[in-house]
């Protein structure tokens, strides 16, 4: 026995469907496949069998063979195409149950690729950004990472680190004598070439965890202005309750929206003012706390009222789109709103369009972008505070240490330091039989 499990779990959703596709990994793989199904088929065909167990026919199904390491974990491997009913999949999993598997965790499957070189830390990130992707912008960045783009790029990035520090550590054995931790001009060179291209990705990259996220829109105004209106009108549906007293919303209410491939989430609040009672009061904190960590602020100005102090205070402090609600009640009250009449729909589109345009500033479409989790972030804003210590450090052993913490920085980025602990977290995002 290896002392490896062998698991299996379904990898398509659970419900009524044509086909459920269970997946298999492990040492027992082969041997379970023989029990159930007889010979093994040709290695990635997919042949038609009987499934049978303890006398019974489970199904009858295509069967895929992945003997490793040529398959997704990097171990033996194989896939069930059965009928999708829920007994069938019962039947079978019990099945393979009394021939030793075991159900898989969730991401388990992913793990065992990571841990058996099949793909590094970033690659598995982006396989759980595949499946969570909703916009295509969304499923292309995740492509990229999936298939090794941010792996690729800092290999190249800790080959050159490598070699920088080789040399180092050969100065350090062949001082000279007359300038004693003088920094060497080729490495001096060379780190600053790296930093520089470090921090220009993080530039380029900045809007990549907004394309992950999508984008928080706040809708903020005085009560009655016509916040819940302008909500409902955007999307199409009634979300938010209108009414003609002020006051009405308190909670916050959500809804979502695409906005040039991006998913965006408009958060409609309650009506700013010195509030009547404690509920409310609650309300406007939630209100302004939400403003607060918004990426794009609607600030709301009715046209037959004049702007109100709480909003002109908000549009003062932060850059706001503002929109001139009621626009069918008169003109707008403020230079540079935009009119908007919930009502007629006059200027929705215009809204539309500023909205689409402002989200794709937030997060330009680059079609290269990798960096996509704070956590890559903060590992090259470390590499480049260690790339920073060795060009300043005044000792050659300093320096040293300083290109050796960069690496180690590098390698948490892809999993190569510390892997098991990001794994662990990343893993319990995952869905079962990924
Ligand atoms: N039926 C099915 N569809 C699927 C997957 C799967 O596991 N099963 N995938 C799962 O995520 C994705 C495809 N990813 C995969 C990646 C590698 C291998 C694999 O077996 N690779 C081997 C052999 C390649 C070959 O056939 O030439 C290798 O790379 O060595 C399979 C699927 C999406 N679609
Ligand atoms: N004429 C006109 N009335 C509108 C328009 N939009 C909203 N109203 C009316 O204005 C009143 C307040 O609308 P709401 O959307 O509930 O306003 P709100 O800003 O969400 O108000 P609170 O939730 O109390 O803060 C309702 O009676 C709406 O019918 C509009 O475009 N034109
Ligand atoms: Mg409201």
Not at 223 to 237: I, Y
Not at 309 to 321: E, G, K, M, S, V
Not at 403 to 425: F, N
């Amino acid at each position: 026995m290896s002392g490896v499990d062998t698991l299996f779990a379904p990898a398509t959703a659970p419900g009524r469907a044509a086909i459920a596709v269970l997946r298999l990994s492990g040492p027992a793989t082969a041997a379970i496949l023989a029990g159930l199904a007889g010979p093994l088929p040709p290695p990635r065909r997919a042949s038609l069998r009987r499934l049978r167990h303890a006398g019974a026919v489970l199904d009858e199904a295509l069967l895929l063979w992945f003997p490793g390491p040529a398959s997704y974990t990097g171990e033996d491997a194989a896939e069930l195409h059965l009928h999708g009913g829920p007994a069938v999949l019962a039947g079978v999993a019990e099945a393979l149950v009394a021939l030793g598997a075991r159900p898989a965790e969730p991401g388990e499957f992913t793990r065992r690729a990571v841990l058996n070189g099949r793909m590094d830390l970033t690659a598995a990130e982006g396989v759980i950004d595949l499946i969570e992707a909703e916009t295509t912008a969304q499923a292309q960045q995740a492509l990229r990472l999936a298939g090794g783009g941010l792996h690729a790029l800092v290999e190249g990035w800790s080959g050159r680190l490598a070699s920088l520090l080789a040399r180092q550590e050969a100065l350090i054995e062949f001082e000279d004598e007359d300038l004693p931790g003088a920094l060497d001009d080729t490495v001096a060179k060379a780190l600053a070439a790296l930093s520089a291209e470090i921090a220009a990705r993080l530039d380029a990259d900045a809007g990549a965890e907004r394309v992950r996220d999508g984008l928080d829109i706040a809708i903020l105004g005085a009560p009655n202005a016509g916040k819940s209106s302008l909500l409902n009108a955007l999307v199409g549906r009634e979300a938010a309750i209108v009414s003609a007293r002020a006051g009405t919303t308190r909670d916050i209410v959500e809804a979502r929206l695409i906005l040039a491939g991006l998913p965006a989430t408009l958060a409609d609040t309650a009506g700013l003012r010195e509030a009547g009672d404690e509920i409310e009061a609650e309300g406007v904190r939630r209100a302004l706390h939400r403003g607060e960590g918004a990426d794009l602020l609607l600030a709301v100005l009715p046209c037959d009222a004049p702007p109100d102090a709480a909003t002109l205070a908000l549009i003062a402090r932060r850059p706001c789109l503002v929109v001139a609600s009621k626009a069918d009640l008169g003109p707008p009250r403020h230079p540079g709103a935009l009119p908007v009449s919930a009502r007629t729909g006059q200027g929705l589109d215009a809204l539309r369009a500023r909205l689409e345009s402002e989200a794709a500033a937030l997060a330009p479409a680059s079609g290269a972008a990798l960096l996509a989790r704070p956590r890559h972030r903060a590992a090259l804003g470390d590499t480049l505070r260690w790339l920073r210590e060795a060009a300043d450090a005044q000792l050659p052993e300093l320096r040293a240490d300083a290109l050796r913490e960069a690496l180690r920085a590098l390698g948490r980025l892809t999993g190569q330091v510390g892997a098991e602990s990001i794994l662990d977290r990343l893993f319990a995002e995952f869905c079962i039989g990924k």
